[in-house]
Structure formats: C-alpha cells, structure tokens
C-alpha cells in the first residue's frame, strides 16, 4: 500500500482500481466492436456470418493462451506495468488496423492479434489491483473492475460504436474504439506503481515480487485453483451459450420485434454491470464460498425464465436485471478466490490459467456445441445447456475452500476460543 492516508480517496488503492476499470472496460469494448460494427461492415467487404463466427472465435483462442502466457511473464519477471503498457498500446493500434482492413484474411489476422494483446490485460490488472487492496475492500475492488464489461462493453460500447457507423463509416468505428486505448497508455505511463516499487530490500533480495522457476508447481498443487478451474468452464459455459443465442431466441422463437430485444438485452447488460460489483462486494462480508453458490443457482434462472416466460418487455427487462447475478460469480471464481489462495506473486500466472480453461471450453468449444443443439432441438437447446452449466458450478462450488480474510478470521478465533 502507498503512504496515503486510508480513510482519504484520493489514495492509490482507488486510484489503480479506477485506472484498471477503465483499461479492462475499453479493452471489451474493443473485442466487442467487431460484433457491434459487422451489420455495417460485413455487406461491405462480403462477408457471411461464418466468417464473423471464425473471426470472434479465432480472437477468443488468441486471448485465452495468451493470457496465461504473459500474466505468466508478468509474474516472472516481477512487474506488472512494464508487461501492461505495451500490451495497451498494442490492442489499441489494432483497433485502428481493423478500420482500414479490405479482406476476409487481412481482419482474421488483426484479430487475432488483437485477441493476443487483450488477453493479459485482466490478469494484469487484476493482480495489481489485489496487491493494493486492502482486506475488507478486496472483493469490491477486484469486483468492481471486472463489472467494466457490462458498463462500457456491452452498454456504452454498442450505443457509441453503432452511432458513428451509422452516421460516419464502420472505419471510423473502429478508429473510435481504439482512442480510449491510447489515453489509458498514457494515464498508466505516469500514474500507475509497481508493488515492488514499495517493497522493502530485504522483500526484494528474497525475491517476494516475482515468480521463481521452482514455485511454478505450487499453482497446481493449490486445490482452489483445480475447483475454479471448473467453475470458469462451467460458468463460461452458462454465459457464451446464453449470450449468443439469447437476441435471437428473443427475435425468433419468442416474437420480439429487434427494438424490444435491444431493450431487453439493455436490461441484461445493465444487470451484469450492477451484480458485477455487487456480489463480490457481498463476498467480503459472507464470504467467496457462499456467494459464489448463491449466484451460481441464480444464474440458472437467467436461461430458465428466458425459455419459460414470455411476458412484456418490461417484465422480461426487470427479469433480465435480476437474473443476469450470475455476473456477479466471475470476479470471484476467475480473479479473487485464485488470488487469494496464493500469495501476490502467483496472481498473474494463477488468473491467466483460470481464464484460459474457461475461454478455451467455455468461450470457443461451448457455442459452437449449442448451435448444433439448437438446430437438432430448437433454440430452446442452448438455454438448457446454459442453466445445466451454472447448476453444476453451484455443486462444484460447495467444495471451495474459503479465503475471504472476514470469514477466516472468525474460523481462528472460533479456533482459539475452543481451545480456551
């Protein structure tokens, strides 16, 4: 921690989570931006929407592996900025390459480098916003910056992009997408600190800011790890194939016209902002074992409802609000419980491991597996499957050892009151 006073805001715990919401935020916007900017740009360079499918999923594949791969560095060589700077700026002059890119294998090249770049950012920044937590804020904090995506990923991201397209060029969508990238450089350049900066010499000669070749096992004999590991395929499971089919399991099956999809969706959307940082906040006062079971089986509802209900577009909004608290599971199982289970010098490596499972099965296999559902069984199908996924995360989440330092402290003095 820095040496500012801690009840004061302007201290630097605040100020990195600020910094990283936004980093993380303008980074989803920019995976997104090719979803948002295909109606526009799809018709222009011919393309059908096998080719968008392959060009999102080529990205996923990109982002999982490296996210593992340099929150690994990050960890080894002890730094967290230096590995986060250029990687912020590299995503963003991705950004501006998709705007001038003229073919099929031209925009698949960029976007997997894109998805390169992108992927280290939450492990990252992650770890170094749980290194300048303090205890009791740990779980909001780390919370708070995940929630980013459904703020400025999924609800400013489409109004802002889908505006300039419509009334300047896919281009310059692309070219808007990648501005916030660049400030952020900036911003991260002359305000951002190391942990080890703050560290004693004595910490530092003892190598307890980065990752040594023979603590790596350590990571796979932590049994957290295993357990989160399968909840992020599960959960991911829950949120790709009930994101991709939802829109059009609204338009389809249940007869929505496409503004009052794009209403209800809004709703999701703002739901997934509000549980993103609400249930790790939660956390911190129950603890990461409790929670991460309580909005696993709400999640299930999500996809439930969804299939069963079918009422105004207000009821379905107020429903879609309250049931996307499935959110609030993600920073607990991909970033808080691994982090905590670990000291801060595993965090990037134990992060970028969990975000890997979950993408590579979750994010790329899972879509893929409710699209021939839905075409065999209806689009029903992937609904199902999103809801059986977060059913099973629930189970599996029983088995969690918990690491929230509220309900650890009340194990001790339980503990030590007992042997009084």
């Known amino acids: 921690m820095g040496d500012e006073p801690k009840k004061s805001f302007f201290r630097y715990e605040n100020g990195v989570v600020l910094m990283m919401f936004f980093t993380f935020g303008f980074v989803f916007m920019e995976r997104l931006s090719v979803v948002y900017l295909f109606p526009f740009l799809g018709p222009d360079l011919k393309f059908n ?21 340099f929150g690994t560095i990050s960890d ?24 001038i890119a003229k073919s099929f294998g031209a925009m698949l090249s960029i976007r997997a480098l894109m998805g390169v770049s992108e992927g280290p950012v939450l492990p990252i920044a992650q770890a170094s916003v749980i290194a300048d937590s303090s205890e009791e804020r740990r779980g909001f904090n780390m919370g708070f910056v995940q929630s980013s995506l459904g703020l400025i990923g ?14 300047y060029s896919w281009h310059a969508g692309f070219y808007i997408a990648g501005i916030p990238g660049l400030i952020m ?17 004595e910490q530092l000669a003892k190598h307890e800011h980065r990752l040594r070749r023979e603590d790596y096992p350590v990571i796979f004999r932590t049994r957290n790890i295993w357990i989160t590991m399968a909840i992020a395929a599960l959960m991911m499971t829950w949120l790709f ?29 703002l739901g997934t902002f509000f549980w993103g940082f609400m249930g790790p906040y939660i956390s911190d006062k129950w603890g990461r074992k409790p929670t991460l079971v309580l909005f696993s089986f709400v999640a299930v509802l ?54 890997m499972v979950g ?20 689009l029903q199908a992937p609904l199902w499957i999103a809801a059986a996924g977060a059913a099973v995360s629930g189970f599996i989440a029983f088995t969690l050892k918990e690491t929230a330092p509220v309900r650890r402290r009340s194990a001790q003095n339980a503990t030590q009151s007992m042997s009084v």
């Not at 105004?312 to 419980?337: H, R």
Request: glycine residues 10%.
């Open 49 to 69: 929407n096998a080719e968008l499918g392959l060009i999102v999923s080529v990205l996923a594949i990109c982002w999982s592996l490296s996210g593992f791969v």
């Open 359 to 378: 993408e590579l099965i979750g994010g790329t296999a899972i879509p893929s597996i409710a699209g021939v559902a839905a075409d065999h069984f209806g």
């Open 241 to 269: 194939a009930f994101t991709t089919f939802a829109p059009t399991f609204l338009v389809e099956y249940d007869k929505y016209t496409g503004p009052q999809m794009g209403i209800i969706t809004a709703a999701m959307g």
């Open 302 to 355: 999500s996809p439930v409802c969804l299939a069963l209900i079918h009422g105004s577009v207000l009821v379905m909004s107020v429903i879609g609000f309250l049931t996307c608290a499935g959110q609030a599971c993600f920073p607990l199982f991909m970033v808080v419980v691994p982090g905590e289970s670990l000291s801060p010098k595993y965090v990037g490596t134990a992060v970028g491991l969990v975000q």
């Open 76 to 99: 080894f060589i002890g730094s967290r900025k230096n590995v986060l700077l250029p990687i912020t700026l590299a995503f963003s002059l991705f950004s501006f390459l998709s705007g």
């Open 154 to 167: 999924s609800t400013v991201g489409p109004l802002v992009l889908t505006f300039v397209a419509t009334k």
């Open 185 to 201: 450089f900036f911003v991260l350049l002359f305000w951002m600190k190391d942990p080890n900066k703050r560290m004693s010499k």
